[in-house]
Structure formats: C-alpha cells, structure tokens
C-alpha cells in the first residue's frame, strides 16, 4: 500500500512561488507514474503535470513553462515547483500514483494535455494541500 502525503501550500500574492511536496511510503515512487493535479472550488480535477518512470514529464498548456515537476528518488518525494502564480492557479493539489499495471499509467503517456479534465483513477493519491493565489 502507497501512502501519499502532500505539503507546501498556502496563501500568496499573484506572481509568487510556492514548492508542492508529495511525500510517498510504501513503495518506490520512482516506478510509479506519478501526477500532479487540483480541483478548483466548484470545478472537476484536471490535471497540471505528469512523470512517468523513465523520466518523461508532460504538463497542462496553462502551466507549462511555469510549473516543473520533479522526483528527488532518494527522498521518494515528488515535487510541484510553481512559479508567477495566478489567482486562476487557486486549488486544491494532490498527488497521485499509478501502479506499471494499471489502466491510469496511461497518465504518463500525456494525451490528457488536450483535454486536462480527463479522469484517471490512479491507485493512490494524497489529501491534498490547498493553494490560495489572490491578485
């Protein structure tokens, strides 16, 4: 069983930066495909970034180039750097896992960047930290 815990939210001024940290136990993340997303008050979940276990990164065309993800292996920690925040970047983040076995590996392979609201039901996902950007 993988157990997800992430950290690192809060409220900010737009154009900050905030770190996300998704602290794993239980299994190796780095086998995992591995996913940032976040839910909107009144909206669906949608997904900002994936890495998948060779190394692979994909994110959401509003945060490209201000979002990075990154899996420090050691640590079996993944991370959400996020830069120029946005009042629209206001969420709830979580992170989440799938097995190399399961159907929502195909996470990884990023054809949900065309449509970020896709569901995948990965195995495992944290509670969330939440993000407040006000402008």
């Known amino acids: 069983q993988v157990h997800l815990v992430e950290s690192g939210g809060g409220s900010i001024q737009s154009g900050e930066s905030l770190r996300l940290s998704c602290v794993a136990s239980?299994?190796?993340?780095?086998?995992?495909?591995m996913g940032w997303f976040r839910r909107a008050s009144g909206k669906s979940r949608e997904g900002i970034a994936g890495?998948?276990?060779?190394?692979?990164?994909t994110y959401a065309n509003d945060v490209k180039g201000r979002f990075t993800i990154s899996l420090d292996a050691a640590k079996n920690t993944l991370y959400l750097q996020m830069t120029d925040l946005k009042p629209e970047d206001t969420a709830n983040y979580h992170c989440?896992?799938?097995?190399?076995?399961?159907?929502?590996?195909?996470?990884?392979?990023?054809?949900?960047?065309?449509?970020?609201?896709?569901?995948?039901?990965?195995?495992?996902w944290g509670e969330g930290t939440q993000v407040t950007i006000s402008s």
């Open positions: 989440g896992a799938a097995r190399p076995e399961s159907p929502a590996f195909g996470f990884c392979e990023g054809f949900w960047v065309h449509s970020p609201r896709t569901q995948y039901a990965m195995d495992y």
């Open positions: 890495l998948d276990s060779d190394g692979r990164v």
């Open positions: 239980g299994y190796a993340l780095r086998k995992y495909c």
